[in-house]
């Protein structure tokens, strides 16, 4: 950690220059919720004692504290006349801080303020300690500007202060990743000209990477390779069940099984037990919390966890015995209420591996089991479909179904693209999902305090936007007396005029974002009163959360439980910024990959769909190629939604933007896009 002092205004503006600018801001987390004092790290004892020695925090009862007239935040709204702090770690009325007292933070600093008492208005308060700067890290793109050979941000196309001297390479085209905190670079990623950086980019600008420290290899490793059913006589023994996963084709990691007795209507959920691998303060549980996510991207994923344990030991892999934590659910045949349930240790045994298009061709009659093991997995999945259909049926009279696009993107081995497709949901998908559904439920029924996943209800505000994007395609439907019904009718709208996921999509951004919470507020999408998530540990942070919570609260450990809580908050608001993260890098990911498709077809013509009209025209392509977002250069008085045609006319491979112009307008009774 390198620390700069400035004098001013009285106090030693302290300036965090850290490689994880994250852990600053999980520290002003802690401190707002209040962080106990053996839980400060080495690094974060200097700036603890610094701050209580200027009274920012107080020290009460073990935990470190900002006191009553400080607040941890990150400038946001900056104006010509100042700008609001966004409390970190809680829901307050936000700040208002004057331009002069911004002490040199700049929109998205990490900052620490004093509240300014005694003064008109709504709150204020002014810059007491930068802690660190918005973007940690940055991407450079050396090339020619003005004649010269310049080194620039590829997010703002603005220089970076660097000479020339300090790049180990100076041929244009060149990218580094740099440290914004140090203004030094930190590693040289390729060159641009060659589609592999795409993806050392998207990870470097968010500090992500592939390969684990020796210390967590060695402790992934010094696991028995194989589980051992007798050195674990506590565990119940379900290895007599015929358990099967179904998952995608490309799955390498197998977090959740399933297993029905159609005949006592008992669904079992058996989830890889990462947490008797994983345990808290060890090397392998560090690296976890840091990542909190693993990063799916079209060609390979870049796991939460060691791909000895997520891909070998931790998962529910077929023909071998594995370690699970299951919810056993017995349900009402009449109601489909969960009458009883039962989580626990146990020892499965997964009869087979299904992919989803297999599931899909059996229900269709097209598979037939093979073996006797296939078989009696084959014999209850009927059965099975036919109830997670029905809990679909009465889950849609609460909640939603968003039939927004999801695009599948498929890459050569130059990491260029091949194909795009919009992934459609079958049968196989809705049965998976409604069994996981059933358990994330029931996990979230067993605490008022802990990790929920929660999604608020849309604003009136953003309804209101709503009503006026639907208005310009010619959908006008009034309040219904209640949002479920609101929607239902705008949905029923957009179908008549086959806009089905277009209309969904704008649904969804009229509505808040999920996210992880302490305190249960419900789940509005769902259409849950409480829910959580459960059933993916070895992708998601939260999922291992919860289940060291529940394994306390099983065994009456009051004091384990009092442990995994006593950062809830800090750690709620942690994962939901690496979940938003890691869809970040997905995103951006695959606009790279469109922009280096359309730079080998600049000057063709393809069919697309307006998706924007505000701020700028932009289009997606439907037609050799699905999804490529394109900013058109004229406008015609184009309206969202409809179907054109476009030329691709440049590419800008540094930002990923792809500019198009208009050709004329598709008539959809004669060409349907």
Known sequence: MLLFFVKQGGYSITEVFTGYNNGMKSLLIRLTHGLFTQDVTAEERP???????????????????????????????????????????????????????????????????????????????????????????????????????????????????????????????SVYQINNQTNTISAYLGDMSDPKVDEKIV???????????????????????????????????????????IDPVTAKDYDDAICYVPQTHTLYVAIADVSAYVLPFGAIDAEAIYRSFSIYLPHRSIPMLPRILSETLCSLQPLVDRLAYTFELSLDPQ????????????????????????????????????????????????????????????????????????????????????????????????????????????????????????????????????????????????????????????????QKRELVSEVDTLIIRAQMQARYAPYNTGHFGLGFERYTHFTSPIRRYSDLIVHRLLKAIKAGDTEEGSYVLRNIESLCTSISEKEREASDIEIRFQER?????????????????????????????HDVIIGAKVTLTDHF???????????????????????????????????NV
């Not at 009279?397 to 890459?411: A, P």
Request: aromatic share 8%; with cysteine.
């Open 47 to 173: 700036l603890v004692q610094e701050w209580l020695e200027k009274k920012m925090l107080i020290l009460e009862e073990g935990k470190y504290q900002f006191s009553s007239r400080y607040r941890g935040g990150i400038i946001a709204s900056v104006q010509s006349t100042g700008a609001y702090l966004q409390s970190v770690g809680e829901s307050v009325r936000d700040h208002f801080i004057d331009t002069a007292y911004l002490n040199g933070a700049k929109a998205g600093d990490l900052v620490i303020v004093q509240r300014l008492l005694g003064k008109r208005g709504g709150p204020s308060a002014k810059v007491v300690v930068l802690v660190g700067r918005s973007e940690t890290f940055s991407v450079g793109l050396l090339s020619h500007h003005n004649g010269e050979l310049t080194l620039r941000d590829i997010r703002t196309s603005q220089p970076i202060p660097l000479s020339l001297l300090d790049l180990p390479h100076t041929r244009e085209g």
């Open 203 to 245: 990870l470097a600008l968010y500090n992500k990477h592939d390969d684990f420290d020796p210390e967590v290899i060695a402790m992934a490793q010094s696991f028995p390779k194989e589980v051992d059913a007798s050195l674990y006589p506590h565990r119940r023994d379900l290895r007599h069940l015929p358990f099967c996963t």
């Open 335 to 494: 109601t489909l209420e969960v009458i009883q349930s039962d989580v626990y240790e146990s020892i499965i045994h997964s009869h087979r591996r299904f992919t989803y298009e297999e599931i899909d061709l059996f229900l269709g009659g097209n598979l037939h089991a093979s073996n006797d093991k296939e078989q009696r997995v084959l014999d209850y999945i009927p059965q099975l479909n036919d109830l997670t259909t029905q809990l679909k049926t009465q889950r849609m009279e609460k909640g939603y179904t968003f039939r927004s696009s999801e695009l599948e993107m498929q890459l050569d081995e130059a990491q260029n693209i091949l194909t795009t497709e919009f992934a459609l949901e079958t049968p196989s998908h809705a049965l998976i999902e409604d069994c996981m559904l059933l358990a994330n439920k029931a996990a979230a029924s067993m605490y008022e305090r802990g990790v929920f996943r929660i999604h608020e209800p849309p604003s009136a505000m953003k309804l209101q936007s709503l009503t006026t994007e639907l208005a310009s395609i010619g959908i006008f439907v009034e309040f219904q007396g209640s949002i479920k019904e609101t929607i239902t009718a705008i949905q029923v709208e957009a």
């Open 593 to 621: 990959k469109f922009a280096r498709w359309a730079a080998t077809v600049i000057g063709q013509e393809f069919n697309a769909r307006i998706v924007q009209t505000e701020d700028a025209i932009r289009a997606e392509v």
């Open 637 to 671: 008085g184009l309206g969202l939604f409809e179907d054109i045609r476009l030329k691709i006319e440049s590419v800008d491979l540094a930002t990923a933007k792809i500019t198009g112009s208009f050709v004329e307008k598709i008539d959809k009774e004669n060409d």
